[in-house]
T-cell receptor, first 115, second 112 residues
Framework: DTGVSQDPRHKITKRGQNVTFRCDPI?????LYWYRQTLGQGPEFLTY????????KSRLLSDRFSAERPKGSFSTLEIQRTEQGDSAMYLC?????????????FGSGTQLSVL | GDSVTQMEGPVTLSEEAFLTINCTYT??????LFWYVQYPGEGLQLLLK?????DKGSNKGFEATYRKETTSFHLEKGSVQVSDSAVYFC???????????FGQGTRLTINP
């Protein structure tokens, strides 16, 4: 068990460019989540998958954002036409579906800076 | 909507001091409650949880009791160590929903 890994750790891009982040969850976990965290704030939910199905998307996730989990394993989060307001830490988490009190395992995040 | 309010930081204490970080919540259903911790340079880790009223979560000397009557889940530790320096997040999960709602975090610094 190597934990949740995210790539890259840091990404600097110019406004208007597209960026893609990758998340590899813990292998037996069937749920995968994306969160966004800005400086001094707690993480905010963006979306989650159960296996390959995207089951919920936050209103924070504009049309410029798209997430996929094609085979129910790794996931990608793409941001098109980046804006300065997209600068944040993007966190991925995974879990094994269970009842109340489900435990999420978080990756170290991808820090995005849009210039 | 569902929300979590945490005690504002930063909090600075001396080693062996008593710690309380306040957390209150607003929720439409019956949430599970969590404390997550983020050590410098690391990802969020679950510290403890409680899934129903009057449950007490505990781990690494930290405790928190789910108080439905006061909608609170305060984090306590009797004697803090330098290694407890981190950012602490209170969070809730509504049963049947699959998103954690986090507070804004409280940065804790313990001085030797």
């Amino acid at each position: 068990d190597t934990g949740v890994s995210q790539d890259p750790r840091h990404k600097i891009t110019k406004r208007g460019q597209n960026v893609t982040f990758r998340c590899d969850p813990i292998s037996e976990h069937n749920r995968l989540y994306w969160y966004r965290q800005t400086l001094g704030q707690g993480p905010e939910f963006l979306t989650y998958f159960q296996n390959e199905a995207q089951l919920e998307k936050s209103r924070l996730l504009s049309d410029r954002f798209s997430a996929e989990r094609p085979k129910g394993s790794f996931s990608t989060l793409e941001i098109q036409r980046t804006e300065q307001g997209d600068s944040a830490m993007y966190l991925c988490a995974s879990s094994l579906a269970q009842g109340a009190g489900e435990k999420l395992f978080f990756g170290s995040g991808t820090q995005l800076s849009v210039l | 909507g569902d929300s979590v309010t945490q005690m504002e930081g930063p909090v600075t204490l001396s080693e062996e001091a008593f710690l309380t970080i306040n957390c209150t919540y607003t929720a439409t259903g019956y949430p599970s409650l969590f404390w997550y911790v983020q050590y410098p340079g690391e990802g969020l880790q679950l510290l403890l949880k409680a899934t129903k009223a009057d449950d007490k979560g505990s781990n690494k000397g930290f405790e928190a009791t789910y108080r439905k009557e006061t909608t609170s889940f305060h984090l306590e530790k009797g004697s803090v160590q330098v290694s407890d320096s981190a950012v602490y997040f209170c969070a809730l999960l509504i049963q049947g929903a699959q998103k954690l709602v986090f507070g804004q975090g409280t940065r804790l610094t313990i001085n030797p």
